[in-house]
């Protein structure tokens, strides 16, 4: 590596600050989205600080908790008129259906007035309610990712539909800063479009970290057949995540206007993606690779 690669990469920042979104309107009254630096927020850790201290306001509001009263209270009246004559006896639980949270340290003790302002929801019924259970082990893996880091080690990627600017070339530089074997497909194959994704392994990959473009086309059968045996008889990987970006808009179509169109936005987005999965689960089961998908 010369000298003036090295002086030029001396301001390059691997890790950015936290950025917050910004929306404004302009003179012209076009709606403006930006990414801004997040005030006092200097790293991941006081990030997810900030994140677990919660909104001042609660998630549930004074009517839902009056109705929620008033339900309770015609259940309790309900019993009342009519006992149950049958002695009551103590219910078990088989142990898989309970919610057993890890062991671990972070930020596991959440306020009870209010709600971190990124949590998790369980469905109860037909509505989803916040779980303070879900929301703490959630922050407690992130907090331990802040400050411990991960890593992708050893692990082999599949993102199909990456285009430029977009979630899909963040992803890929975390996986490449962690050190996985990305594979990327694109119906997009040239030299610019190469490029591109050449410079983000430039700036983004470490140590045994790989990235492989290759090109496309998830609405053809034959090309994912073609694009599964490449990685796994060519590449001579075995893939650990399979992360679809790709598909078309189908804005403005009802149920009585479903064109050529629509069938190859179902073929890409569902069919196919369906087919990428079940070739994958040959190519595993074939070489006796034992696991546990989700």
């Not at 990305?182 to 997009?188: E, G």
């Not at 983004?204 to 990685?231: H, M």
Request: aromatic share 6%; hydrophobic share 35%.
């Amino acid at each position: 590596m010369s000298a003036n690669s090295c002086h030029n990469h001396l301001s390059t920042r691997m890790l950015p600050h936290p950025t917050a979104p910004h929306t404004e309107v302009n003179s012209k009254g076009d709606i403006v989205h930006s990414q801004v630096l997040r005030e006092n927020v200097r790293k991941l850790e006081a990030y997810v600080e900030e994140m677990a201290s919660g909104d001042t306001v609660s998630e549930i509001s004074e009517e839902q908790k009056n109705h929620i009263k008033a339900l309770y209270e015609d259940v309790v009246r309900s019993l009342r008129k009519d006992p149950d004559p049958r002695p009551s006896r103590v219910r078990s639980h088989r142990a898989s259906s309970q919610f057993i949270r890890p062991q671990v340290s972070g930020i596991s003790s959440l306020s009870a007035d209010k709600v971190p302002l990124l949590h998790l929801k369980r469905k109860v019924g037909t509505a989803w309610e916040y779980s303070s259970n879900l929301t703490s082990v959630y922050l407690d893996i992130l907090q331990e990712i802040a400050t411990a880091g991960t890593t992708f080690k050893d692990k082999n990627t599949l993102l199909t539909g990456v285009g430029k600017g977009s979630i899909g070339a963040e992803v890929i530089k975390g996986l490449l800063a962690g050190g996985a074997h990305v594979v990327i497909t694109t119906s997009q194959y040239n030299r610019a479009t190469v490029k591109y994704y050449q410079s983000i392994f430039h700036s983004c990959g470490s140590r045994r970290s790989a990235l492989t473009v290759v090109p496309f086309n998830q609405g053809s059968k034959q090309d994912v057949e073609a694009l599964v045996d490449y990685i796994y008889a060519n590449l001579g990987l075995d893939l650990d995540f399979i992360l679809p970006f790709a598909g078309i808009p189908e804005n403005g179509r009802e149920t009585d206007g479903i064109d050529d169109k629509s069938e190859l936005a179902h073929c890409i987005m569902l069919t196919n993606l369906l087919r990428i999965m079940g070739t994958v689960k040959n190519k595993k089961a074939s070489r006796r690779f034992v696991t546990r998908p989700t």
